[in-house]
């Protein structure tokens, strides 16, 4: 049996659940079956709007009591700890049993439990026949902050599709250098503050730059934003994310659309492109192909569906 050292389990709306998909494959290289990915690869839950927790693995056994015996074995000491049981697909186990479990593995750890406030949130779980002990690392969700940012915007992207963005476009890599090619009112850059990432922002509009930054002050992010051009930036950048210009507010035709994506394609090697049209045409005249791409189905109040394009440099 392969093990692996972290459990991540997921949770994503249905309209989002082909943007995942895209995310997942970026971060880990492979895919979750179940909303369930086994890696060996450790990951900051609140890093993805769709990680609901990271299990980091202490004990696994096909056999429960052999599960016991081996975390009292550890002589685990923990000052206010939970202990939660997480029901994935297939796992049968009724909810007294699950009850009689959790006070095995709260008997079997030294020190107070504390349910409401607790230093150490611990799992149990079984998936595919396994028993998994492990500590869990919730997402905290404390970038939902940013949806107060000060200056908001009628075409701002949401926060999920933000954090996901930053994570196809840097594949998770912190060292990658990024720059959100038209950054609106910096909704991809708050996100990719958040989460440590080296990112630079430009917007033709000077008053949206103003508010990009006064975004990025109020959460204390400090990143370059350059009021210009697309095409007067000549720093190169490992990644570029565009979220292209629609609507009323932001309309371009589709000369605009090319200017912009042909000036980014010249300072990067690797483009994601959001767009609410098919620009594969476009794409295909500046020299990238295509490898990856999915929609954002309509949700709430949003009258489209947006398509996330992933592109690198033919060579
Ligand atoms: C859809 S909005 C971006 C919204 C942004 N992602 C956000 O969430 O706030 C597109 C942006 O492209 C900018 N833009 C249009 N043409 C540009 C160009 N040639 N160079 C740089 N930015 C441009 C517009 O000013 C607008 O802010």
Redesign the pocket.
Known sequence: MQTYKYIYSYNYDITEGELCKLETKYIFNREAKDKLLFSNQKVEPSHSAFIRNRLDIISLSADYSTLINEIKQKGICSKGFKVEYLVFEGDTTEYTDRLQKLRDIGFSIEGNPDYYNPTTTYALCKYGGIWYFSISIRNNNIWHKHKEKPCS?S???GINI?KALVNIATKANKEKTLL?????????MLEACFAGHKIEG????EK?CNN?RENLAYFNYTANIYH????DISKRYEAAII????NLF?S?TDN?IS??IE?TAKITDRLVIVSISDITSLINNTGFKISDYCNVSKSGKRKFARKVWVCERNN
């Open positions: 915007f075409n701002s992207l933000a959100d090619a038209c950054c609106g009112v910096g909704t991809i430009c917007d033709i509009n949206t990009a210009s051009d697309i095409k979220d292209l210009p629609y932001t371009a605009e200017h912009i000036s």
